[in-house]
């Protein structure tokens, strides 16, 4: 061997030893050199290592004390060979890592880098494999701007020289398959970045399960055991015309919704246990799970994540989590899973500067950065960013067979302005204030939901009024399912904050939404938003002493139920919680031994039933054929009355009225004669009210009213909402 030549070798031991080798495959696993074959391990916790062939074990020689070790022999070894390595603390026998080829396929990456590739959680992350007849996990990440990037984990004592990756050429995607690596271990990726040589420590943003806070490490998640069951539901679901179908969802926080008397959490198994049984009791036909991917910090309520495909192990692992999902649609409960592509939190050890670049976000603040939330916003033009989030959503539809994806923060992704002042915001290319990366991205989101998920749903929480945000892309709209009418949700508020004596003067608050109504397919939210950061809960809006405070949220509860659009309510809004939101604290679940408190989850559990059996109440929600004024005028009074109408042509009378004043003799025109039968009040004694109302024995005159040939004289109770169905003969 030439002097320049133990030289080079010298500087490639130097660059193994210092973790700066480049490629470091070239120097580690099998080569032929010359006539013989050389097999070079790099380990510096080795203290022996041998091949194993037939039974029998060859010592490697020590070329280096820093731990570089060599075999050498004219004929190679089978493949794949084993090595006994023998450390301070014991002997392993396994196979070396730099033996098996590349896993990856040209058209896969070819697919990611084009921003096409909708499973990419399938190529990237940790995925146990067998390959060459030899278990292990393959590990794979994308990091272009990284010269050198190793797997470290409790397998390698977090040692980012022992390991380090194989690339993928110009695609930015490295690769390593570890045999012998077995599920549920601990790993991040060690990226040394070739333009300023900083080493960064970052946890997968493809890992599948993660460790549990404060720890940030991802880990391997075990291969799926759980054996679907909901097939009848999938297949119905399919099928199912949820444009006339009843839909009441049941948005809730897992961590909070009730704990043990320890203070422990509940886990996905126990939800199937407990909460399951609720729901279908209170009548609700979906649940809403507020994000469980993995975050970092609890009070963050999961907005702000750090594991796009990984489901928060504070309540167990993934395959319980597909277990609750199995249970509900057993049960016929759908699952609405709340998700966050709109920006992503600054933590270190996640998305951001991921190879020490601004790889996910955008390097300029006026484009990449959340003033309000303290976030990076996803760069949507970055065709590797639109497969990671396309993918995201992918996984947690087909994985979990979530039913649909509320996307949340909507407006904040469509408009570069948001929220900002004139001078921190760019303009796109047109000198306009839509981010157009953004739109493209929600349109192609949406194509693929409804393309590969028949049935699920996308809904958007959108606060503008940017037009088409429910209807088809084909006609120019974003493509959602539907929309949260948040127009709809603050005029609501606003007008039931004002006291009774006011109301009046604030009437149009309630009749406005009717112009704009069927613009969109409107979902009417009571959300987790209404009630934090201040605004107390549902109960502590209501103005008046404690029998109006109790008597305006059941005609709230009665108003939102019976007014057009699908139907979401946060938790604890179905007892009056008291008090505001609290993410550290199961709901107030001691507040049913009170009446009224008791009364108002009676009502809510009646108007649930009452809104899924007759179609009046759901069946065209989207149309203004399902809905017409009795009276929308009588200000005076603050009375509303108006028709909810099925597609058949059986129908509903509703009354409401929004002051503490019982009307009696109020007179209401009607379309058809005969008997009619009050079948819900808000006010029965049964909710806590003060039992007014009519009973069964309606019968109309022929006196001409409101443009109507027949009409009634009834009673409407104080703060209360009544229901009218004609009786059939």
């Not at 006609?475 to 508020?493: A, E, H, I, Q, R």
Request: proline share 5%.
């Amino acid at each position: 061997m030439t002097a320049l030549s133990k030289t080079k070798k010298h500087n490639d031991y130097d660059a193994l030893v210092q973790g700066t080798a480049q490629n470091a495959s070239t120097l580690l696993g099998m080569h032929q050199s010359g006539a013989e074959w050389c097999i070079r391990i790099f380990d510096p916790y080795l203290v022996s290592v041998a091949l194993i062939q037939n039974s029998q074990e060859t010592a490697f020689k020590c070329i280096d004390k820093r731990g570089v070790f060599e075999w050498r022999g004219v004929e190679p070894p089978a493949h794949p060979y084993r090595l006994a390595r023998v450390y301070d603390y014991g002997r392993f026998e396994g196979h070396d890592a730099y033996t098996f080829p590349l896993q990856l396929t040209q058209h896969d990456l070819y697919l990611f880098n084009e921003g096409r590739l909708t499973q990419a959680y399938q190529m990237l992350g940790s995925l146990p494999c067998t390959v060459d007849t030899v278990s292990g996990v393959r590990f794979s990440v994308w990091a272009p701007n990284a010269d050198r990037i190793s797997v470290v984990g409790d397998f390698n004592h977090w040692d980012g020289r022992i390991h380090p990756m194989r690339t993928h050429g110009d695609s930015g995607v490295w690769e390593l398959f570890l045999p012998d690596i077995m599920p549920g271990v601990h790993y991040k990726f060690e990226i040394h970045n070739r333009h300023t040589g900083q080493l960064i420590l970052k946890s997968d943003p493809y890992a599948q399960f993660a460790e549990l806070r404060p720890g940030t490490a991802s880990r391997v998640a075990e291969p799926v055991q759980h054996g679907w069951q909901d097939s009848a539901w999938m297949t119905a679901r399919a099928k199912r015309d949820w444009l006339h179908a009843p839909m009441n969802v049941y948005e809730m926080h897992i961590g909070s919704w009730r704990r043990h008397p320890d203070g422990r959490v509940y886990s996905y198994r126990e939800l199937a246990q407990y909460l399951l049984p609720y729901v279908v009791d209170m009548g609700y036909t979906h649940i809403e799970l507020m994000p469980i991917n993995e975050h970092p910090l609890d009070e963050s309520w999961g907005y702000q994540a750090t594991g796009y495909f990984a489901p928060t192990s504070r309540f167990g692992t993934p395959d319980e989590l597909r277990y609750f999902i199995d249970a509900c649609h057993q049960a016929g409960i759908g699952v609405l899973l709340d998700w966050v592509p709109a920006h992503f939190p600054q933590d270190s050890f996640a998305l951001a500067r991921f190879d020490g670049t601004a790889l996910y976000e955008h390097e300029d603040a006026r484009l990449g950065f959340h003033q309000d939330w303290g976030t990076h916003i996803f760069n949507y033009g970055r065709n590797e960013v639109k497969s990671f989030l396309l993918s995201s959503a992918h996984y947690w539809l087909a994985e979990f067979h979530f039913d649909g994806l509320r996307v949340d923060a909507v407006a904040s992704m469509l408009y570069l302005d948001y929220s900002r002042k004139a001078g921190e915001w760019l303009p796109n290319k047109y000198g306009g204030r839509e981010n157009i990366d953004a739109i493209t991205f929600l349109r192609e989101l949406n194509i693929m939901v409804h393309d590969a998920f028949p049935g699920a749903l996308t809904l958007a929480e959108e606060s503008t009024s940017w037009p088409m945000v429910s209807r088809p892309v084909y006609l120019g709209g974003l493509g959602f399912s539907m929309k949260w009418n948040m127009g709809w949700m603050n005029d609501t508020l606003h007008y039931f904050q004002h006291d009774p004596v006011h109301r009046k003067f604030h009437h149009d608050m309630l009749t406005f939404g009717q112009l704009y109504a069927y613009t969109e397919n409107f979902m009417l939210p009571f959300s987790h938003d209404e009630v934090v950061h201040g605004k107390g809960s549902l109960i502590t809006k209501m103005p008046g002493d404690a029998w109006q405070k109790f008597a305006n949220l059941r005609l709230l509860m009665a108003y939102q139920m019976t007014t057009p659009g699908k139907k979401l309510n946060f938790m604890g809004n179905e007892f009056a919680q008291g008090r505001e939101w609290n993410v550290g604290s199961e709901l107030d679940w001691s507040l049913l031994a009170i009446d009224w408190h008791a009364g108002v989850k009676n009502l809510v559990h009646d108007l649930n039933h009452l809104y899924r059996n007759q179609p009046a109440l759901h069946d065209q929600d989207f149309s203004e054929q399902g809905f017409a004024w009795i009276d929308c005028h009588d200000s005076e009074q603050s009375i509303l009355s108006y028709r909810r109408i099925a597609r058949d042509g059986s129908q509903l009378l509703i009354l409401l009225n929004f002051t503490p004043v019982p009307r009696t003799a109020y007179r209401i025109g009607v379309p058809q004669s005969g008997a009619y039968s009050e079948i819900f009040n808000s006010d029965s004694a049964y909710y806590g009210g003060s039992n007014s109302g009519n009973g069964a024995g309606l019968i109309t005159d022929d006196t001409a009213w409101m443009g109507y040939a027949a009409s009634l004289i009834l009673t409407v109770p104080p703060l209360a909402g009544i229901i009218l169905a004609r009786n059939n003969g």
